[in-house]
């Protein structure tokens, strides 16, 4: 069956550092691969897409892989800060078999420390 | 300009009644997305639309729901005879068209039956 995984267990990271999350996938051919942020009691905002050509994506201190023969992406936020605290979700879009429609990841928990 | 708006914010209901939750998308986005997320889980899809039709409808968890487009615009989900089991929370998405477009999400209705 279709399946996507992310880190399940929340990550704690010092203030400064990278965070580093990872999204894994099985039995998709996604068209592209989006990562978006939550906060607690509110929707899911978009941060970076990347299309399955596309290797690598940065936004300022935010960088997206994605490596369609491992079936994952990783999400680094470089000089975190305590205002990265938040939930963060993968999303594959189904373009190609299923179109417009997300599957989501269950969100790994961050929590930046100062 | 204005986001996606979801109304009512929170509801609580008993056991057995019906429920209707209202989103309206951003003006001018033709695609519109529901999806349920329950405590701690991620976003689970239910249905999508483009315009007023809803070409995929196979995240609806039973017949007890179901949804409405109407002028391209504001859609309402509804959901009949509620089950606890239906108390999540329930998020809107809208893009400006269905394929390879990011998603924009409304806060949120969050549903307590009990």
């Known amino acids: 069956s279709q399946k996507i995984e992310q880190n399940s267990e929340a990550l704690n990271i010092q203030e400064g550092k990278t965070a580093t999350l990872t999204c894994n996938y099985t039995n998709y051919s996604p068209a592209y691969l989006q990562w978006y942020r939550q906060d607690p009691g509110r929707g899911p905002v978009f941060l970076l897409l990347?299309?399955?050509?596309?290797k690598e994506k940065r936004k300022e201190r935010l960088k997206v892989t994605f490596d369609t023969t491992l079936k994952q992406s990783l999400f680094h936020i470089t000089a975190s800060q305590p205002a990265d605290s938040a939930t963060y979700l993968c999303a594959l879009d189904l373009f190609y078999n299923q179109g417009g429609k997300l599957i989501f990841g269950q969100g790994t928990e961050l929590s930046v420390k100062p | 300009g204005a986001g996606v708006s979801q109304s009512p914010s929170n509801k609580v209901t008993e056991k057995g009644k019906d429920v209707e939750l209202r989103c309206d998308p951003i003006s001018g986005h033709t695609a519109l997305y529901w999806y349920r997320q329950s405590l701690g889980q991620g976003l689970e899809f239910l249905i999508y639309f483009q315009g007023n039709s809803a070409p995929d409808k196979s995240g609806l968890p039973s017949d007890r729901f179901s949804a409405e487009r109407t002028g391209g615009s504001v859609s309402t989900l509804t959901i009949q005879r509620t089950q606890q089991e239906d108390s999540a929370v329930y998020l809107c998405a809208s893009s400006p068209m269905a394929l390879q477009e990011t998603q924009y999400f409304g806060p949120g209705t969050r549903l307590l039956v009990l």
């Open positions: 990347i299309r399955e050509n596309e």
